[in-house]
């Protein structure tokens, strides 16, 4: 039996607030729930996320057990779903559990995809949380949310609702009241589906609840890394998936400012694992600063954390064995340079004959690398010789040999 009871001066409170928690996950402590303040705090909404929706208000009270109470909405939106509460008030200590059922139509099944057991909780009033969550709404999918409670337990609804009615709310609206001319079973552990009839709704109905959530990121990224050869960065970064992914910019920071040095185009909508690289070629010693901004197909956009690059300036000159050696057709040959100079690096045969010249030009100081293609030349030994002429004077000559075989 439930008993009704009309607190006719909260009947002026607004139908839905909204507040958020600026650069935080959520007001709740992720390591277990418990009661919070039972009026939530409403300040105005920001750009930032994450969003906290009140949904009804404590206009009529009920005093029953067992019972799961909550909401249903239509998702339109996508949205990560990060808690949600209920305005509770358990009179014993009770067990309790905070359940997503998801449908692929608004009248049918529902499948339960989250269910997390809080148990126990109480006895007190105020608002019970389900504890940090991450789980992604899906556009054109339905969601019953609520609370199942074994003992007896006060809970609250606003019925009817003001219009306009559904409600709308960050990731769709919602669309009735789940226990008011509908309930769902309140089995313990929760069934693994709810059959949600027509009748769900029939009434505007709203329980008091608290539904937090969070922008989806569009691609997630995996791991973004880098490897160093000679005077280049070669960034790699990898990712798990990707959804309406336009591409990304890649930017270095120049001045304390980012500014984007490459666009790589990105693969759509993807469940898919991918990777990417992108090669900053010819940097000075120093520090750099790069990260990736992704570009949705609506052109909106999310920035990736930061990361940190140190070219090291060679403490002297130096030319390296060709690596490998012997090789066949082609083989890397680097160098050091301490200060920008001019760079001659020539090929010679054993009669001393000038076979091909690589480099003959200004060079930046530190580690350079060039390949040697001797896929015209016939097998045998030769020699590389390299002659720098530093801007401050310095002069450096080294010769190395190396052997080809075809």
């Known amino acids: 039996m439930c008993y009704k009871f009309f607190t006719l001066f909260f009947s002026i409170l607004f139908l839905v607030s909204f507040s958020v928690s600026y650069g935080q996950s959520s007001p709740i402590d992720a390591k277990a729930p418990f009661v919070v303040n039972p009026n939530p705090h409403v300040i105005d909404p920001v750009t930032d996320v994450p969003f906290e929706e009140v949904f009804g208000l404590n206009q009529n009270l009920f005093n029953a057990g067992p019972r799961s109470r909550g909401n249903l909405f239509t998702c339109t939106t996508a949205r990560k779903l990060i808690e949600h509460r209920a305005y509770l008030g358990p009179s014993v200590s009770t067990q309790m559990w905070f359940c ?12 339960l995809i ?27 999918r339905y969601y019953g949310i609520w609370a199942s409670f074994q ?14 009615y559904p409600i709308p709310c960050s990731f769709g609206e919602l669309t009735a009241g789940a226990g008011w001319d509908w309930a769902p079973t309140s089995n313990f552990p929760p ?5 949600v009839p027509a009748l769900a709704f029939a009434d505007p109905v709203a329980y008091y609840q608290t539904i937090v959530t969070d922008d989806v990121i569009p691609v997630e990224l995996m791991s973004f890394t880098y490897q160093q050869n ?23 920071k120049s001045d304390d400012e980012f500014v984007p040095i490459t666009f790589i185009a990105g693969h759509g909508t993807t469940s898919e694992t ?20 992704q570009v949705d197909l609506d052109g909106s ?11 090291k300036r060679p403490v002297d000159f130096d030319l ?29 045969n054993l009669l001393g004959e000038t076979v091909t010249t690589l480099v003959n030009s200004n060079v930046p100081a530190g580690e350079q690398e060039i390949i040697f293609d001797a896929s015209d030349l016939n097998s045998g030994v030769y020699f590389y010789r390299i002659e720098a002429v530093g801007v401050d004077g310095s002069n450096f000559s080294s010769v190395k040999k190396m052997m080809l075989t075809k």
């Not at 003992?151 to 306009?164: E, L, R």
């Not at 000679?230 to 270095?252: D, P, Y």
């Not at 920035?303 to 070219?311: C, H, N, Q």
């Open 320 to 348: 390296s064995q060709n690596y490998p050696n012997p090789f066949n057709p082609s083989t890397r040959i680097t160098y050091d340079l301490t200060v920008d100079s001019r760079v001659t690096l020539s090929v010679y």
């Open 274 to 293: 991918h990777r990417y690289s992108y090669t900053d070629q010819n940097l000075q010693p120093g520090f750099y600063t790069y990260r990736l901004k």
């Open 114 to 140: 989250s269910s997390i057991d809080v148990s126990p909780q109480g006895p007190g009033v105020g608002w019970y949380s389900s504890g940090a969550m991450d789980y992604d709404f899906i556009p054109g």
């Open 191 to 195: 069934d693994a589906t709810q059959t």
């Open 151 to 164: 003992g007896v337990t006060q809970y609250w609804s606003q019925n009817p609702v003001p219009q306009p």
């Open 100 to 111: 997503v059922y998801e449908g692929t139509a608004q009248v049918g099944t529902y499948n």
């Open 230 to 252: 000679a005077n280049n960065t070669i960034l790699h970064w990898v990712t798990a998936s990707e959804t309406n992914n336009l591409g990304f910019e890649v930017q270095r």
């Open 301 to 311: 956009y999310y920035y990736y954390d930061e990361l940190y690059v140190e070219i």
